[in-house]
């Protein structure tokens, strides 16, 4: 299920980045300046691109592994899980930019970045999130 996501990520971050958001809505602005200043460094390298394809194969992602995969669902594991996309989000939204402002190609910035986050992200959710309790006989 993780590949299936990845490629679906990927997909709709190629298509976002290349017809939707090039040269468009600067997130990253409208959310600086909504927040204090004291927590503006959290959003200002945020791509919007990024963080919609995440959002998408993200969903994806949750389906999958919760009916097909680990066979395990519930309230709790989806706060759970989408607390880990949100921080998963931040992490590889901050590191894409920084890597796309050393003058990469996006895609490539996206597979340097998202390669790590691929394997934290199946040990996260093999080990915290979608980890049956086992039962005492």
Same mark, same amino acid.
């Given at each position: +299920?993780? !590949?299936?996501?990845?490629?679906?990520? =990927?997909? %709709?971050?190629?298509?976002?980045?290349?017809?939707?958001?090039? &040269?468009?809505?600067? $997130?990253? %602005?409208?959310?600086?300046? %909504?927040?204090?200043? +004291?927590?503006?460094?959290?959003?200002?390298?945020? @791509? $919007?691109?990024?963080? !919609? *394809?995440?959002?998408?194969? +993200?969903?994806?992602?949750?389906? $999958?592994?919760?009916?097909?995969?680990?066979? %395990?669902? &519930? #309230? @709790?594991?989806? !706060? #759970? =899980?989408? *607390? $880990?996309? !949100?921080?998963? *989000?931040?992490?590889?939204?901050?590191?894409?930019?920084?890597?796309?402002?050393? &003058?990469?190609? @996006?895609?490539?910035? #996206?597979?340097?970045?998202?390669?790590?986050?691929?394997? @934290?992200?199946?040990?996260?959710?093999?080990?915290?999130?979608? #980890?049956?309790?086992?039962?005492? *006989?």
């Amino acid at each position: +299920s993780s !590949v299936s996501s990845l490629l679906v990520d =990927y997909i %709709a971050f190629i298509l976002l980045n290349t017809f939707v958001f090039k &040269g468009g809505f600067d $997130l990253a %602005a409208v959310l600086t300046n %909504a927040l204090p200043d +004291s927590m503006a460094f959290l959003v200002e390298n945020l @791509s $919007l691109a990024y963080l !919609v *394809a995440r959002a998408i194969s +993200s969903i994806f992602n949750y389906i $999958l592994n919760s009916k097909v995969v680990f066979h %395990a669902s &519930g #309230k @709790s594991m989806v !706060v #759970k =899980y989408f *607390a $880990l996309v !949100v921080v998963v *989000a931040i992490i590889g939204s901050f590191f894409t930019e920084l890597l796309i402002g050393l &003058g990469l190609p @996006s895609l490539l910035c #996206k597979i340097i970045v998202d390669v790590p986050l691929f394997f @934290s992200n199946y040990f996260i959710q093999r080990e915290f999130i979608f #980890k049956k309790k086992i039962e005492n *006989a």
